[in-house]
């Protein structure tokens, strides 16, 4: 059973309660944890908090054994990295790395909060992979020190409506993009498909449309049609505005 949306509120009350003692010394039988725990196992999800100057993650609830088998007390950056699927990991590179940009923009600003939400497949403790979505809500904070927290929600969406082609993507300022998932939130991103997003790799590259050819067994005009279909898609009139903004939003 799927808990509401509007409860994502127990994360910002969590942020609150906690955030000035550095989420350390978390009181699991407090109510708003239990309160909190409960909302995760309904929504077959966990949360982490860390500290993302210091690289390293302060606090994560029970449910984390059971996303990615990991216990809560154990789990580093290390294990998400090591247990996102092989195909995602140049997406998943990109992510912390856009992670890394976003905090220290918000330190430079010494204010501020950003989300980033993105899902990816992920090796379940069954060994096999799930369609995880990572919603990741970053935030300038003073207590007890002044840094840059994520407050990372990874949830199992294995059961949502798949996408034909790209996969969910979203960075900004908007929280409505930080609630539970739904199909909506879900088709918001990239919409290119996986030969589309190729060839635009490839053009970042330097390749022009006679070497992406012959890179890629196709014809000329396969490639050109293609291109065309990438620019119709997003608006652009031409590929290198697009390279540049997939780049900021850290797509590649």
Partial sequence: MIDNSSKYNLFFRFIEKYGPQGFKGINPDDPLMLELEEMMAKNDQFVFIGDLLQGKIIYTSKRSIHIVGVNPEELT??????????KEVY???????KLLTIANDLLSAKNGFSILS??????NPTGLYAEILFQSYLFYYEMPHKSVYLLQVLTNIDSFKKRKHGYHYYIGNDLSYFRYPDDD??????????????IIKL???????????????LSLHTVNTHRRNILKKTGKAHIPDLI?????????
Avoid: C
């Fill in 91 to 97: 997406r998943n590179t990109n992510g912390w790395a």
């Fill in 118 to 123: 993105v899902n990816m497949k992920m090796r």
């Fill in 244 to 252: 540049y903004d997939l780049k900021e939003r850290g797509l590649l």
């Fill in 77 to 86: 950056p290390y294990h998400n990295l090591e247990a996102v699927h092989p």
């Fill in 185 to 198: 939130l879900l088709m918001t991103g990239n919409d290119f498909t996986k030969r589309e997003f190729e």
């Fill in 203 to 217: 053009i970042q590259k330097g390749f022009t449309s006679e070497q992406i050819a012959e890179q890629l067994y």
